[in-house]
């Protein structure tokens, strides 16, 4: 399963990697912004 990120599609394990990232505090400045432009409220 992939989840649309702005006009672009990532793979779901890579969005999820990025959540649990967000959640832990330990995102990287690109895993914010393809949660922010996934419509995600990064951290």
């Keep these: ?3 649309k ?3 672009s ?3 779901e394990s890579t ?3 990025a959540v649990k ?3 832990a505090g330990t995102a ?3 895993q914010q912004q393809m ?3 996934g ?3 990064a951290k």
Aim: hydrophobic share 40%; aromatic share 12%; net charge negative.
């Design 1 to 3: 399963m992939e989840v």
């Design 5 to 7: 990120v702005g006009d």
């Design 9 to 11: 599609w990532v793979n």
């Design 15 to 17: 969005w999820n990697q």
């Design 21 to 23: 990232a967000n959640q």
């Design 28 to 30: 990287t400045e690109a």
């Design 35 to 37: 949660l922010q432009n």
């Design 39 to 41: 419509h995600y409220q």
